[in-house]
C-alpha cells in the first residue's frame, strides 16, 4: 500500500471518530451554538443566546466610514440619526462622530473556535438617517459579511470579501463602486447615472433599475437585468451567463468565455446593428440562425456587442 493512500484512510478514519464523537457529544447535552474567543488574555466561550444589544447615540452625519469584519452591516432610513448593535461581545463596535463623519469600526476577530452552526442570531450593526433626499457618503470596507442599504441617496464604495451587497430604492452617485470576491450584488429600484459592479464567485442582478453607463466585471457569475432601463453596459465575465427581460439597453457590450447569453429585448430586430462573434456555440437572432457571427451597421441608434468563446447567444424581440 502506498503512503498517500494509507495517509487518505487514516484520514478518512480520522474524520469519521470526530463526527462520531461530535455526535454522542449533542446527544449527550452538548450545544453546537459555542464559540471560544480571547478576552482579558484568556479563553472566553459564548453561544448567540450572549450577543450584546445596544443604542450608541450619535450627532449629525454625511460621511458614514465602516470597517467590518463578521458583523452584516444594514443602512436605512428612520426618524434620527443613529447605530445600533445586536453583536458578540468581542464583536462591539467602537463608535464615534468627528465633523461631518460617523466612523465605525469592529475588531478584528478574536476568535478561535467556533462551533455555531445550529444559529439562528445574526450579528450585525443598523446605521440610521433621517428621511430625505440627502445624499450620503458610504464607504464599507468589510470581510465575511452582508451589506443592506435602503432608501439612501448615495456615492457608495463598498468592498466585502465573503458576502453579499444589497442596495434597494436608493439613488447612487456616479462615482459609485461595488466589490465583492464570493458573493452576490442585487440592486432593486435603483437609479445611477454611472456605476461599476466587481465580483470573482457571485450573481449580479438589477431588478427595475435606471442606469445610464453600467461597468460590470466577472469572473464566474451570472448577470440578470429584469424590468431596468439601462443606457450603456460593458460586461466582461469568464464563466458568466448573461439574461435580460423586460430590460431596454441602448448598447451592450458583452465579452464571455463559456457563459451563454439570453437576451428578451423590447422593440423590433431592425432597431439594433450588431457586431456578434463566437469561436463556438449556436447563434440565434430573432428566430434565425447564424455560423459564428452577424454584423450590421446602418447607424441604428441601439447596438449589440458580443463575443464569446464556447457560448451560446440567443436574442429575441417583445414587439
Not at 498517500?4 to 470526530?18: M, R, Y
Not at 453561544?47 to 450584546?52: G, I, N, R, V
Not at 439613488?171 to 459592479?197: M, P, Q, Y
Request: glycine fraction near 8%; proline fraction near 2%.
Amino acid at each position: 500500500m502506498s503512503k498517500t493512500k494509507a495517509l487518505l484512510i487514516i484520514s478518512a478514519i480520522l474524520v469519521f471518530i470526530g463526527v462520531a464523537i461530535g455526535g454522542a457529544g449533542v446527544a449527550l447535552g452538548g450545544t453546537t451554538d459555542l464559540y471560544y474567543y480571547f478576552k482579558d488574555g484568556k479563553f472566553t466561550t459564548a453561544s448567540s443566546s450572549d450577543l450584546a444589544t445596544a443604542s450608541v447615540p450619535v450627532d449629525d452625519f454625511t460621511k458614514i466610514k465602516v470597517n467590518t469584519a463578521t458583523v452584516d452591516i444594514r443602512i436605512k432610513q428612520s426618524d434620527n440619526y443613529g447605530v445600533s448593535y445586536h453583536v458578540s461581545e468581542d464583536h462591539i463596535p467602537e463608535v464615534k462622530t468627528s465633523g461631518d463623519k460617523l466612523t465605525v469600526t469592529v475588531p478584528k476577530t478574536s476568535s478561535f473556535f467556533n462551533f455555531r452552526f445550529n444559529s439562528t442570531s445574526e450579528e450585525y450593526i443598523e446605521i440610521t438617517v433621517p428621511y430625505g433626499d440627502d445624499y450620503y457618503d458610504i464607504d464599507i470596507d468589510g470581510s465575511t459579511s452582508d451589506i443592506q442599504i435602503d432608501k439612501i441617496n448615495s456615492k457608495c464604495n463598498i468592498g466585502v470579501s465573503t458576502g453579499n451587497i444589497v442596495i434597494n430604492s436608493s439613488e447612487l452617485d456616479d462615482s459609485s463602486k461595488l466589490h465583492v470576491s464570493t458573493g452576490n450584488i442585487s440592486l432593486n429600484n435603483c437609479n445611477a447615472e454611472k456605476l461599476h459592479t466587481e465580483g470573482s464567485t457571485g450573481d449580479h442582478f438589477y431588478t427595475r433599475c435606471t442606469i445610464e453607463d453600467l461597468d460590470i466585471n466577472t469572473s464566474t457569475g451570472d448577470v440578470t437585468f429584469s424590468e431596468s432601463t439601462i443606457g450603456e453596459v460593458s460586461i466582461d465575465g469568464s464563466t458568466s451567463d448573461i439574461k435580460s427581460t423586460g430590460t431596454s439597453f441602448k448598447k451592450i457590450d458583452i465579452s464571455v468565455s463559456t457563459g451563454d447569453v439570453n437576451l428578451s429585448l423590447p422593440g423590433e430586430e431592425n432597431d439594433y446593428d450588431y457586431n456578434i462573434s463566437l469561436s463556438t456555440g449556436d447563434l440565434n437572432v430573432d428566430g434565425n440562425t447564424y455560423h459564428k457571427s452577424i454584423k450590421r451597421d446602418k447607424g441604428h441608434d441601439k447596438k449589440i456587442i458580443i463575443s464569446g468563446s464556447s457560448s451560446d447567444v440567443n436574442i429575441s424581440f417583445d414587439k
